[in-house]
Each structure stands twice: as C-alpha cells, then as structure tokens.
C-alpha cells in the first residue's frame, strides 16, 4: 500500500494502491463544529467510506461503488493533451447540469496553457498564477479536475478553486477528494477561525448544487458570497427611451483607442469587487479576440470632449441569448441617471439584434442594484455560491 503526498518538481501526487485501496492520513476536521486531531480515510476495493473524527467522537460509513480512483495530481501546469481532457469534462459537466461548472476566467486561462484556441493570444501572467488538481480512475478517465487561482496568495488573499466530476464518475467520492486536497492545499489549520472572516480559500459552486452544499457541510465551510443570475425575456419587450445626462452621447468601442480609458474607468467603478476590479489592458485584448466579442455592442458614454464616463458591456451568447455583461460608471457621475441609462440602451440593442431572453450577473447583497434590475423587468434565475475556509 502506498499513499502519501509526493514533490516531484512542481508536481505534488496523492496515491492509494490501486490493489488494497487502502489510504490514512492527517487533514482538517470533517465539520466546523467537529474538534478532532486527525481523519482516517479507508477505500476498500468493496467501495467502502471510513472516517473516524477523533474527540468529536464522529464514525461515517458510505457504501458505494467509488471507482477505485487511484492517483491525484497537483501541479502548476497542464500540457496541450491534459487541457483537452479537461474542456472534454467540462462540457460533459455542463451538458448534465445546464450551467457551466467553471467561469470565464477559467477558461480563458487554459486556453492560455494551451496556447490555442478561438483568436486568443496567451497571457503567460494568467498561466502563473494558476493550479490544477487531477484526479484519474484506475484505466486513466480523467474523473474530477479543481482549477486554483493562487494570483493573491502573496499578498494575503485567499485561494479561489472551481471544479467538476465528471459525471460518469459521480457519487463516488471525487469531489470529496477534490476538497480535502483542496483544504490541504490551503494548509486549513485544524481548529477553524472563530472570528469567521479569515478565509483561506473559497470554492465556487456555480447554479449552487445540492451535492455542493453537502460537501460544504461536510467540510465547515461557510457561505461566504453569493451572485445572483437575473433574466428577462427581450421579445417583443417594450422598453424605454434612455435618457442620458445634458452633454453626453452613446457610442461604439474602438478597438486600439479605447482600451486604457476603459480600463481606467473599469478600476474606479469596481474598486471594491474582488474579479472585475483588476482587469488590465492585456486582459481586455485578450477579451476583444474572443469569438463573441463585437465592438458594436461596447457601448460607451463619453461627454462633449470624447472623455469616458461609463460603459455598458453587451454579450451574444451561442444560443442567441444575451447578457448584461459589465455596466460601469464612473463615480463622479453616479446620481446621474447614467447607469440606468447605459443598461437600458444595451437592453435596447440586445433586444433590436433579435435576443429572445437576457441575463446578467449581481452580488445578491449588492441591494441597489438589485432593485434598479428588477425595476427594468429582471427576476432571480439562479444562484452561484461561494463557500470559504
């Protein structure tokens, strides 16, 4: 029997041997409320769960069968076929749960491992800043894939992971696997922060999951943050006229000349947000190459002298659906009217290019702006969940 964590370079490898099936180790506490010193985790070739919680006196047994997943892999990198598999799992993912298991991000920065995909360039910043998490059955199937974003960790910040099973080999104990080498990853301190506030890492869970919430109960983590998916139907909708402030005029983005002014305004309009806030220039091209993008549908307010004031950011999904995808103003010209004005005018295109339905992304505790869109016709359509340690 063999099981361990290994370096290997930038590898580090989890493996239970694939003929006992037998793993014990030392990790964080099954629950929160759990005070224990150590976790036993057996896999019986059978597909039996043991876990024992010292001192808070907890024994699970779950019977299944788990696959005999035998080898899990933490890295900094993935070559071109390892990507492959993952966007093929992905897929498979969001097929079987009518939301996509990951975000945009993700996406965009294993495409930039890859180094192909639809017009994009690599952004070898991104690549640096990521980590992915492997899990193979015994005949090589890739079975669950965590992707970690590591950028802030120098500075403090916690880790942020999204994952996936695939769901051939659902409920069989992978995503367990995957948050616990996650928490190891973090290095959770047994004893949880009573203040509650000090997270060390933070898992999304896109369209919020029952199996989610079970693993997150599992596990102690709290619900830290959640964004709301709000839609309306566009067909035929009648909307109204946007009315903007004395001197200022809509128009389109122009690539090549607007990108730093964007940018700029993008930083002041979300300074508090945790993702928006810090997109670059570079990040903004990569996003220009995307095979959505379309300048025609960047609306930009600017006043007499060209200046930028505010943005309204449109998005075509495949399906023809479109989404609200940024709207940003500037704060000096907050109380102005502008941000209703610039959300209607893209309501406005997205309806008169034939969008049957639209969507758009909000913080649920980001109250103004809640109502401002259910104001404009929106209603709750999902909910993503972020659950920290």
């Known amino acids: ?147 970690v974003d590591n950028e802030g960790e120098s500075r403090g910040e916690p880790l942020v992971a999204e994952l996936a099973v695939d769901p051939r080999f659902r409920q069989k104990g992978i995503g367990t696997q995957l948050v616990g080498a996650l928490l190891e990853r973090a290095e959770i301190p047994p004893e949880p922060d009573e203040e509650g506030d000090s997270y060390r890492l933070r898992i999304w869970s896109h369209g919020l999951h029952a199996a989610a919430v079970r693993l997150a109960d599992r596990f102690g983590l709290a619900r830290v943050r959640e964004l709301w998916r709000m839609g309306r139907e566009l067909s035929g909708a009648e909307l109204d006229e946007p009315v903007l402030p004395e001197g200022v005029t809509i128009r389109g983005f122009r690539a090549g000349a607007d990108e730093s002014e964007l940018v700029r305004v993008n930083h002041l309009a979300f300074s508090w947000h945790p993702e928006q806030g810090g997109m670059t220039e570079a990040e903004l091209r990569e996003k220009e190459g995307l095979d959505w993008f379309d300048p025609a549908g960047f609306l930009l307010a600017v006043d007499d002298a060209d200046r930028l004031l505010g943005f309204h950011w449109t998005k075509i999904h495949p399906d023809g659906s479109g989404e609200v995808y940024v709207v940003g103003v500037d704060p000096d010209t907050q109380g102005s ?13 997205l309806r008169d290019v034939g969008c049957p339905r639209v969507m758009l992304y909000v913080e649920a505790d980001n109250g103004p702006a809640v109502s401002v869109y259910r104001r404009l016709g929106f209603e709750r359509w999902d909910v993503d969940a972020q659950f920290g340690r």
């Open 1 to 147: 029997m063999e099981f361990g964590l290994r370096r290997d370079g930038a590898a580090i490898s989890r493996e239970i041997d694939a003929a006992s099936g037998v793993g014990v180790r030392r990790a964080a506490p099954v629950r929160r409320s759990t005070r224990c010193d150590f976790w036993f985790r057996v896999w019986p070739s059978l597909g039996f769960v043991l876990e024992w919680a010292h001192a808070g006196n907890q024994l699970r047994l779950n019977i299944g069968n788990l696959g005999r997943v035998v080898h899990l892999t933490w890295r900094n990198g993935l070559d071109e076929s390892e990507t492959g598999e993952v966007f093929d799992l992905l897929t498979a993912a969001e097929r079987a749960d009518g939301v996509a298991p990951v975000g945009e991000h993700v996406i965009l920065r294993l495409r930039s491992h890859r180094g192909v995909s639809e017009q994009i360039e690599p952004v070898q910043a991104d690549v640096a800043g990521s980590e992915h998490f492997v899990i193979r059955a015994d005949g090589g199937e890739l079975a669950g894939y965590a992707h």
């Open 337 to 349: 009217g502008l941000g209703r004005a610039l959300t209607l005018a893209g309501l406005r295109y």
